[in-house]
């Protein structure tokens, strides 16, 4: 077979993109080569760069350039808060939507047998050695309410337990804005089970 | 023409569980699902990962462990789902219990092929995930399942009585279970693997499994499991050995 044009690679190579089907990719390929070529040589230097030099951090695992990433380096941090994630993105989100100022550990996913994710992928042997030497009071679990997110979490408590740090885990409920009727039965029990207080005065 | 039965999938919810879901393009999911009548399939859930807004758009009920009543059609590898139902709530499996859970759908996922019909494997599982999250036995609940699990998919294990004389297995007397042969009655120097009487015929007759005979049992189904699931090891068990060793 003879080796596929280099328009087609291209193509083909647009389609590792979340989300971009045939159609798009070749509109993509096709936009770069005839509208900026410019535009695509830097899209490619940059994408080499990063492919590259971007590696997880040494201490949370979130993507960095450094050994450290800049929220690790930081020293004005609560060292006795670690907030356990799933995906670098949600370190923004929650560093935008809440008062949090401890650390973070990413764990790049969640375990899930039936895919072959175990405890290793997910660097909890380095988060176990974070529970035994450094003095953390409080793990908090962000971690999605899936079968395997409760797996999970069930995991790494069990772990925090053996190094007696205390866990907690982020509610589960009723969606901001969103309406009763459209939420699912399990969502509503667990956000019954979480009822709080009101406000009486 | 679609075939009777294809038809029959796009117009009729099927009782099904979803053994094993994941990730599809931006927005949707695969889900590898048993169901009671038409066994396992894959199925492409278009869209259950989107957000409308404060309307659920499938993500959230299309999870394991829970029963639903779902619909799809086509006839290739991969069916598109058509509607889904819940058929009740999720069992509850909370902590190990879910690493269970996961060992149910690992077994049903590599010891099933698509499409062969198991209804009656299908009940029997719907009541191993009830018996779970009941609290029965784990241990009971499991061994059990193993042995319905093999006899459905072709592979009875005789555990009842002597394999060739067909002379029944007696309370007070030893076996030993010869992998090509089944069972034959205990000799001298087969001390270590000897299987007693009375624990067969427990296991036969579904009763609760207790202390050192459910050791025995485990290492009794694990045997005959293991020509079935071939050299790659299971992961939800590497999970319970990974998670045992951290309460030690
Ligand atoms: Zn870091």
């Given at each position: 077979m003879p080796e596929p044009s280099l328009l087609n690679q291209l193509v083909d190579a647009l389609?590792?993109?979340?989300?971009?089907g045939p159609k798009s990719a070749q509109r993509m390929a096709f936009h770069l080569l005839e509208q900026d070529r410019e535009g695509g040589r830097h899209l490619a230097s940059v994408l080499e760069a990063a492919m590259e030099r971007i590696r997880r951090c040494k201490r949370c695992r979130t993507l960095s350039e450094q050994e450290l990433c800049g929220l690790c380096a930081?020293?004005?941090?609560?060292?006795?808060l670690l907030c356990v994630i799933e995906h670098p993105s949600e370190i923004v989100a929650i560093e935008q939507a809440t008062d949090f100022r401890g650390r973070y550990f990413v764990l790049g996913g969640r375990l899930s047998p039936l895919d072959g994710i175990g405890p290793e992928a997910l660097g909890l042997d380095l988060l176990e050695t974070q529970l035994q030497e450094r003095k953390i009071e409080e793990l908090i679990l962000a971690i999605s309410p899936t079968v395997e997110g409760s797996a999970t979490s069930h995991f790494i408590a069990a772990m925090a337990a053996r190094y007696q740090v205390r866990t907690t885990r982020i509610a589960h409920g009723v969606p901001l804005g969103g309406e009763l009727e459209y939420v699912d039965g399990g969502t509503l029990a667990h956000a019954f089970a979480g009822r709080q207080g009101v406000e009486q005065s | 023409m679609a075939s009777r039965s294809d038809q029959a999938a796009r117009d009729h919810l099927q009782r099904c569980f979803v053994l094993h879901r994941r990730n599809f393009s931006n927005t949707s999911l695969i889900l590898d699902i048993f169901s009671a009548i038409h066994g396992r399939q894959a199925v492409l859930a278009k869209g259950a990962r989107q957000h409308r807004r404060g309307r659920p758009a499938g993500g959230e009920i299309l999870q394991p462990f829970r029963p639903l009543w779902l619909s799809w059609s086509g006839r290739g590898e991969v069916k598109t789902l058509i509607r889904y139902e819940a058929?009740?709530?999720?069992?509850?499996?909370?902590g190990k219990l879910l690493y269970c859970g996961f060992y149910l759908n690992e077994l049903l996922v590599r010891l099933l092929r698509r499409g062969d019909a198991h209804e009656n494997l299908f009940a029997f599982y719907a009541a191993a995930l009830t018996a779970l999250a009941a609290g029965e036995d784990v241990e009971t609940v499991l061994r059990h399942f193993e042995l319905r699990l093999l006899r459905e998919i072709g592979?009875?294990?005789?555990?009842d009585r002597e394999a060739g004389s067909g002379r029944p297995v007696a309370p007070g007397r030893y076996y030993v279970y010869e992998q090509e042969s089944g069972l034959r009655a205990a000799g001298t120097g087969d001390g270590r693997y000897a299987l007693a009487g009375e624990l067969l015929l427990g296991l036969a007759a579904g009763e609760p499994l207790s202390g050192p005979a459910a050791k025995t049992a485990k290492l009794l189904t694990r045997r005959l499991l293991a020509p079935y699931l071939g050299t790659r090891p299971l992961q939800s068990r590497e999970l319970f050995r990974q998670h045992r060793n951290l309460s030690l």
């Open positions: 389609r590792c993109l979340p989300g971009v930081k020293p004005n941090r609560d060292d006795s | 058929a009740g709530p999720a069992a509850e499996l909370p592979y009875a294990v005789e555990l």
